[in-house]
């Protein structure tokens, strides 16, 4: 049982780096997100190894009412020649009348053209723990980021 186990992670860590596929080292852009965490925020994504990366978004949230910092450990797969789905976890904090602390999770889809232009569709949950974030807050975003 534990050599089939074995067999089966190696196929799949072997499947992962094929499938890898070439990320920016910088994006920047903006991501437009609706639903309870509505607002909008400067993106930045940093490129951290073959299939991973990190996002950096600062923003306004809540209705355009507080001030909102997040940050996103992603993960990447290679879906088409272009097009890629990520997911990834991280956390933030947001200001309202108090500081509040959440976590967060993301999955999305992304594709890249030609020229250095990613346009992304993503989905965040966010569970608040602290302060004027607490309970569940979630949001559709659309990102559009300049790739250099």
Do not use: C
């Amino acid at each position: 049982m534990k050599k089939i186990l074995l067999a089966l992670n190696l196929i799949f860590a072997i499947n992962l780096t094929i499938n890898a596929q070439n990320i920016s080292d910088h994006a920047i852009g903006v991501r437009i997100g609706g639903g309870n965490g509505t607002g909008g925020e400067i993106s930045y994504q940093k490129h951290l190894s073959n299939n991973n990366r990190l996002e950096v978004d600062l923003g306004i949230a809540n209705e355009f009412n507080d001030f909102k910092a997040t940050g996103l450990y992603q993960w990447i797969w290679n879906l088409e020649e272009r097009l890629n789905w990520y997911a990834g976890a991280g956390g933030g904090l947001v200001s309202a009348n108090r500081l509040g602390v959440y976590g967060a999770g993301i999955v999305g889809i992304e594709y890249n053209f030609n020229v250095p232009i990613l346009v992304s569709l993503d989905y965040r949950p966010e569970v608040g723990f602290t302060g004027s974030s607490n309970g569940l807050a979630s949001n559709i975003g659309v990102a559009v980021r300049y790739q250099f």
